[in-house]
T-cell receptor
Framework: SAVISQKPSRDICQRGTSLTIQCQVD?????MFWYRQQPGQSLTLIAT?????????ESGFVIDKFPISRPNLTFSTLTVSNMSPEDSSIYLC?????????????FGPGTRLTVL | QKEVEQDPGPLSVPEGAIVSLNCTYS??????FMWYRQYSRKGPELLMY????GNKEDGRFTAQVDKSSKYISLFIRDSQPSDSATYLC?????????FGAGTQVVVTP
């Protein structure tokens, strides 16, 4: 399994500002994933972060709004830019249990974001 | 039509009963099937993971996959109040997870 930590655990931000969320995995992995969970909803994939290449975004999510960095095999950041109240959600990162796998995925505790 | 359908519940059962959860899917490209448990204000916890049709057991949990019917199930035996949570099915295609809506389960003492 993989142990995943996220910072911050929660934040309250003002409209128009940006927040960067950090995700740390306890072992090296090729792929990391970022999800959003809106209030009372299930999880939706935002993007896949591969080390050494640009992140790939799902339909409805764009790099200008959710820039992602992946500087090494254990760390990634997601920035939520120019925030509005509609961005209030839980943001979660996930990673597989081994570097050679990508299907058995483990999640971090999430970052609870409230935008005023 | 959503790619993954899951009844959101809530599903209320008495302690000791069997909890039965299921999901259907429409995308034949899904290769791997997972069940997650999510407690309030926590991240999802991986319970079961399988990639072939048939049954897989792990303690009180049994995961069942029927690829021909595009149907997966999770059974929890001898349910406990601590099993009260939201259970999410998830299906993977090249690492990208598609989640069901999640079923809220309440186990009453």
């Amino acid at each position: 399994s993989a142990v995943i930590s996220q910072k911050p655990s929660r934040d309250i931000c003002q409209r128009g500002t940006s927040l960067t969320i950090q995700c740390q995995v306890d072992s090296q992995v090729t792929m990391m994933f970022w999800y959003r969970q809106q209030p009372g909803q299930s999880l939706t994939l935002i993007a896949t972060a591969n080390q050494g290449s640009e992140a790939t975004y799902e339909s409805g999510f764009v790099i200008d709004k959710f820039p992602i960095s992946r500087p090494n095999l254990t760390f990634s950041t997601l920035t939520v830019s120019n925030m509005s109240p509609e961005d209030s959600s839980i943001y979660l990162c996930s990673a597989p249990g081994t570097i050679s796998s990508y299907n058995e995925q483990f999640f971090g505790p999430g970052t609870r974001l409230t935008v005023l | 039509q959503k790619e993954v359908e899951q009844d959101p519940g809530p599903l209320s059962v008495p302690e000791g009963a069997i909890v039965s959860l299921n999901c259907t899917y429409s995308n034949s490209a899904f290769q791997y099937f997972m069940w997650y448990r999510q407690y309030s204000r926590k991240g999802p916890e991986l319970l079961m993971y399988t990639y072939s049709s048939g049954n897989k057991e792990d303690g009180r949990f049994t995961a069942q996959v029927d690829k021909s019917s595009k149907y997966i199930s999770l059974f929890i035996r001898d349910s406990q109040p601590s099993d009260s949570a939201t259970y999410l099915c998830a299906m993977s295609s090249w690492g990208k997870l598609q989640f069901g809506a999640g079923t809220q389960v309440v186990v009453t003492p």
